[in-house]
């Protein structure tokens, strides 16, 4: 059974480092695309980045370039977003997701992480 | 890359159709044929129920289906039940080599 299971939910101050996880399992974690979405309280969602954990290949959306930065660890099956000075309107919930194997939707998601930012 | 438009709220009476508009541009929607639709109920994550424009993917409802002209994508649900209420949001590959989601629709099943 594939899973995506994500860390669990922070509660940071504004100028905190943070790293959340999401851990792929029940399938071959390097051969799929994993996404992350925002999505902010009582808003939709937005598309953050993606990456290929095969090579590392990684694509930010035009939003997010420079805010965030996503990588992985295929040897722990385990995918990050990472940012190095949270603000407030970092507030949100973030999923991460993967691809689909004869497809481009996005058909497995995590759980979501809560991020929350306050003084 | 701005958000794709979609209609704030559509509503239909149990049994009757519905369908919701996705329109982007010839970068994202009009280009490609990955255009995926989710559902999202509260404090859930989202399910994918459409993918590339009008594959239902395995345990989706045959009454959820898709389609594209140009670059508007529609997703027709029939039969509407009161599980369908949710929210729905359209996704589409870009030129940029990313995605982008649109603005989202809240289906409210009278």
């Known amino acids: 059974e594939v899973q995506l299971v994500q860390s669990g939910a922070e509660v940071k101050k504004p100028g905190d480092s943070l790293k959340i996880s999401c851990k792929g399992s029940g399938y071959s974690f390097t051969n799929y695309w994993i996404g992350w979405v925002r999505q902010m309280p009582g808003k939709g969602l937005e598309w953050m980045g993606i990456?290929?954990?095969?090579?590392?290949?990684?694509r930010y959306s035009p939003s997010f370039q420079g805010q965030v930065t996503i990588s992985a660890d295929k040897s722990i099956s385990t995918a990050y977003m990472q940012w190095s000075s949270l603000k407030a309107s970092d507030t949100a919930i973030y999923y991460c997701?993967?691809?689909?194997?004869?497809?481009?939707?996005?058909?497995?998601w995590g759980q979501g992480t809560l991020v929350t930012v306050s003084s | 890359q701005s958000a794709l438009t979609q209609p704030a709220s559509v509503s239909g009476s149990p049994g009757q159709s519905i369908t919701i508009s996705c329109t982007g541009t010839?970068?994202?929607?009009?280009?490609?044929?990955?255009v995926s639709w989710y559902q999202q109920h509260p404090g859930k994550a989202p399910k994918l129920m459409i993918s590339?424009?009008?594959n239902r993917p395995s345990g989706v409802s045959n009454r959820f289906s898709g389609s594209k002209s140009g670059n508007t994508a529609s997703l027709t649900i029939s039969g509407l039940q009161a599980e369908d209420e949710a929210d729905y949001y359209c996704?589409?590959?870009?030129?940029?080599?990313?995605?982008?989601f649109g603005t989202g629709t809240k289906v409210t099943v009278l």
């Open positions: 996704s589409s590959y870009t030129s940029s080599s990313t995605y982008v």
């Open positions: 997701a993967r691809q689909g194997s004869s497809d481009w939707g996005w058909n497995y």
């Open positions: 590339d424009v009008s």
């Open positions: 990456i290929y954990p095969g090579d590392s290949e990684t």
């Open positions: 010839s970068s994202d929607v009009g280009g490609y044929k990955y």
